[in-house]
């Protein structure tokens, strides 16, 4: 009993963890549900069976519709762009200079790169 019922836990535990298997993991699911609701009947053995075989095609089965249902929700959120549709940035102008040693006032400052934006990125279609 208490193997059943780890190893029902683990399944139900790692199933929830994997969402792109979803027919394996509903069978999994149902599998672990139907051996606990087969083991409370008379013939406990046998009932563990049919319930695991049972709980494992249902599971399955749902599984599998939700997959299909979320895959159907994906693609209608998707839209289809032609490629001279899509607006896209130009390319910024920019220049750089070497800026040598100075002295200004009481301040000296190291020789360095120096980076100009001339002209801004825009948006073109």
Not at 79 to 101: A, C, F, G, I, S
């Amino acid at each position: 009993m208490k193997l059943i019922t780890f190893i029902t836990l683990f399944l139900l535990l790692c199933s929830c963890s994997t969402t792109g298997k979803s027919i394996f993991t509903g069978s999994a699911v149902g599998a672990g549900i139907g051996t606990i609701i087969g083991h409370q009947q008379k013939d406990s053995k046998k009932g563990k069976i049919i319930g695991a075989a049972a709980g494992s095609g249902i599971g399955g089965l749902i599984g599998y519709l939700a997959k299909k249902k979320k895959d159907k929700k994906i693609k209608s959120k998707k839209v289809n762009y032609k490629k001279n549709e899509v607006p896209h940035l130009t390319r910024p102008k920019v220049r750089m200079y070497w800026q040598p040693d100075q002295i200004i006032g009481n301040k000296y400052i190291e020789a360095h790169k120096v980076w100009v934006l001339e002209s801004a990125p825009t948006w073109t279609r």
